[in-house]
């Protein structure tokens, strides 16, 4: 046939298919133990051209038969060979084509094929692979040798694969088994293939093979990671190996398999996971692997160092993704020390009942509502004279709360809190605890409880780091937390820390994060305010989160209002003990008109005066209400402009020297005024048009000046550093006819936004903004 097989040992594409699959096994060194300590073997990278691994493609096939006369023998020639197109597929256990006619109308198995090889053609440059199979040849003819290698390591790759499936899927030896294993591992490493299967092949072999062989030694499921350890330095466990892992980690948390092998691997999980929720079991992975880390001698000092090398030793941690696996696992882990709280409280299956499909929903039975109930007195009393028919409330205390478990229709008005309206309540106000805790407070169980500790520790060492600490308090603001966790004193009393950091931190992006996410909820200023469930001081943190809130931008009236309205006792009682900030907050609230009840406009003068501090900002309150008098009082300029380079101190001089009862167009264009000068700005009563063209002033002043200007009809912030969340307040200024906000951080989604909700407005400028 004029057939020669390219010869030659320096061809290392040629491999020979003939030497057993269970081949041999190089010895481990004398007196090392096998599995005790793991050893990373020295990985065999293939030099040369690299190929993505082929799942189908066209390429021509002829199949020639074994000859058996001499007729045969010419028809098979080369001369008379006759190739047919195909378009082949390699499945995983077959070579098959998508039109099974001609020479492939039967598929050929890879148990089939005895030997894959090149060939080489005398005088004619074609590029063909030569599969033998009992009976015959089967030909193979690509376009290129680019190609034809291709299609070799393809075959190669599915062939071998096949193979190790089903030796593996029925083992006899152990011994064996891990030989092959380590085999199977080194082709991976070794192959030319570029693919994400090449490496996640091996991977689910070796899973498949532990999850349907349970009844494995300790040190044979040491052998097996360390076997595997080389492919998981790059690829992610799938699902069964993860559990497997987590086995590992609790049965021996204190093996060196854990930190050797397993730690790579989790690394690699924070620093590229993009969504738990498509592998929660690589979060179980990293959850029970940080718990084996606090298993260990030195506890949360592992756990503290393995934090340490997560961020980096730079100031800022190179991997964004990071901050948010680490929290979730986190916030999973909390969960499940509540989840039997959580399940008797709802009646709801839990995590295991929902991945076993354990409980139907019609299994469950109906809840009991839970309502809270402000401290009281009366309530035993009122307890005692309920009627005989109606079912006993339970009542269980935990902290600051009470919670009552009654039938809503036996409901009696005088021990239920009012339901107000139909939108969904506070957090505060349904914050409730389970009827499964019948102690006065919730008990964890000592795995529970070491669990909680660890990763509330976590979360404190997260918020120690000033690049994290944003995000950190991004992720947390809206309250993940389960309602038995905060109803729970210890766990509130050990994350008062990571509030503390939040509160004490200068910037904006930190500290707003305390307040809550949207308008009627709860955030963390609620629940450790004087009050909340949360607080366990005499308003220290209270004071600390009011200081810095009102330091920042959140000197305004609805900030005010709300703490008038939910919050004066304790910032009167604070006062009282000669608090400053809730000193001036007092001030303010007067300043600003927030109290409208005489009586209790009295009481707070009264408590002002009561203080050192209180009676000299009482009185230097009094002094610039006089001085605003004088200001407001109808006469002088109409139009002001102040010269360039002015400063805040200058603009606030000059609003002190005469009244401007009259002044309607205000110029502080290409000044540096701040957003400090607000608070002058908004004593000007017939102020319509205000030109702050190339001054520093920024979003804090634009919220003061929305609740105060409302009737400003021009005003220019071109080349000024305000951005969305400042532009946004401007939707209250419905008078607005002219805005200029050129050269801004405005948004496409902002400028709609105002365009929708300013009616009056006639002139805009966004140019080189992202509106343009």
Not at 319 to 324: I, K, N, S, T
Not at 544 to 554: K, Q, T
Not at 593 to 617: A, F, H, P, W, Y
Not at 758 to 763: D, G, H, M, V
Request: net charge negative.
């Amino acid at each position: 046939m004029d057939l020669t097989s390219s010869s030659g040992g320096g061809d290392p594409r040629q491999i020979e298919e003939t030497k057993p699959l269970l081949g041999g096994d190089v010895p481990a060194p004398e007196g090392t133990k096998m599995g005790a300590v793991p050893c990373r073997r020295a990985l065999l990278l293939c030099n040369g051209m690299r190929y993505k691994l082929l799942q189908e493609g066209d390429i021509q096939v002829c199949v020639i038969r074994h000859p058996r006369t001499f007729l045969s023998k010419i028809l098979t020639s080369k001369f008379l060979r006759r190739w047919e197109p195909h378009h082949l597929t390699l499945a995983d256990n077959s070579l098959a084509s998508a039109t099974p006619t001609g020479y492939m109308e039967n598929s050929v198995s890879y148990s089939a094929i005895e030997d894959v090889q090149l060939l080489s053609w005398e005088n004619a440059p074609k590029y063909c692979l030569q599969l033998t199979i009992p009976g015959g040849t089967v030909l193979l003819q690509a376009a290129n040798s680019y190609l034809r290698d291709q299609w070799f390591h393809s075959l190669q790759w599915k062939k071998k694969i096949y193979k190790y499936k089903k030796v593996l899927s029925n083992p006899s030896r152990w011994e064996v088994v891990l030989k092959e294993i380590r085999t199977l591992v080194d082709m991976a490493l070794t192959s030319p293939l570029q693919d994400d299967s090449i490496n996640q092949a091996p991977l689910e072999i070796v899973s498949k093979l532990l999850s349907e062989n349970t009844n494995l030694t300790t040190q044979e499921h040491e052998n097996i990671i360390v076997a595997i350890a080389p492919l998981l330095e790059n690829n992610h466990p799938p699902p069964d190996l993860c559990e497997f892992f987590c086995k590992h980690c609790r049965e021996r948390p204190r093996s060196m398999v854990v930190i050797e092998v397993f730690t790579p691997v989790v690394q690699r999980i924070l620093k590229h996971n993009m969504d738990f929720g498509k592998c929660p079991r690589l979060r179980l992975f990293t959850q029970e692997y940080i718990l084996a880390l606090n298993e260990l001698n030195a506890g949360m000092e592992v756990v503290k160092k393995f934090i340490q090398s997560m961020h980096g030793p730079t100031g800022h941690c190179p991997h964004p993704r990071v901050l948010p696996n680490l929290v979730a696992v986190c916030l999973a882990a909390i969960y499940s020390c509540y989840e039997e709280f959580i399940n008797s409280r709802d009646n709801s299956p839990s995590l295991k009942e929902i991945r076993n499909g354990c409980q139907q929903p019609c299994d469950r039975k109906p809840t009991l509502p839970l309502r809270l109930l402000h401290p009281s007195p009366d309530l035993v009393s009122q307890e005692a004279t309920l009627s005989e028919a109606r079912l006993k409330s339970v009542v269980v205390a935990s902290s600051e709360i009470h919670v009552e478990v009654e039938p809503a229709s036996t409901a009696k008005p005088a021990l239920t809190a009012s339901a107000g309206d139909d939108n969904e309540p506070n957090l505060i106000d349904c914050l409730m605890v389970s009827p499964a805790c019948s102690t006065m407070s919730i008990e964890l169980g000592p795995q529970a409880d070491r669990t909680l500790g660890c990763y509330v520790e976590i979360l404190k060492l997260l918020s120690d780091y000033d690049d994290w600490r944003p995000s950190l308090a991004s992720l947390l603001q809206p309250i993940p937390f389960p309602k038995e966790a905060l109803a729970h004193e210890k766990f509130t009393k050990e994350l008062k820390y990571v509030i503390q950091r939040f509160a004490e931190d200068p910037r904006q992006e930190v500290h707003s994060c305390l307040l809550s996410v949207r308008a009627g909820k709860d955030g963390w200023f609620q629940l450790y305010s004087p009050g909340g469930v949360a607080c366990d001081d005499d308003g220290e943190l209270f004071a600390s989160m009011v200081h810095i809130l009102m330091g920042s931008c959140y000197k305004t009236k609805k900030f005010l209002l709300s703490l008038a309205e939910n919050k004066l006792g304790p910032c009167m009682l604070l006062a009282l003990r000669g608090n400053q900030t809730m000193v001036e907050i007092l001030c303010l609230m007067l300043e600003y008109n927030i109290i409208d009840n005489n009586d209790t406009q009295l009481q707070i003068i009264s408590t002002l005066e009561s203080t050192g501090v209180g009676k000299r900002m009482y009185e230097q309150l009094c002094d610039r209400q006089r001085e605003l008098k004088e200001l407001q009082r109808k006469g002088g300029p109409t139009r002001l402009t102040l010269p360039s380079k002015s400063t805040d101190a200058d603009l606030a001089r000059l609003l002190s020297s005469g009244s401007f009862g009259n002044l309607e167009n205000l110029s502080l264009a290409f000044t540096n005024v701040t957003s400090a000068c607000a608070e002058h700005l908004i004593k000007l009563p017939s102020l319509k048009q205000l030109n702050l063209w190339s001054t520093q002033f920024g979003d804090a002043g634009l919220r003061l000046l929305s609740e105060h200007l409302t009737m400003l009809q021009v005003l220019n912030l071109c080349e000024t550093p305000v951005t969305d969340a400042g532009l946004l307040a401007l939707s209250s200024m419905k008078s607005l006819c002219s805005l200029n906000m050129n050269s801004t951080k405005l948004s496409a989604d902002t400028y709609e936004d105002l365009k929708a909700k300013l009616p009056n407005l006639k002139e805009v400028d966004v140019r080189y903004t992202e509106a343009w």
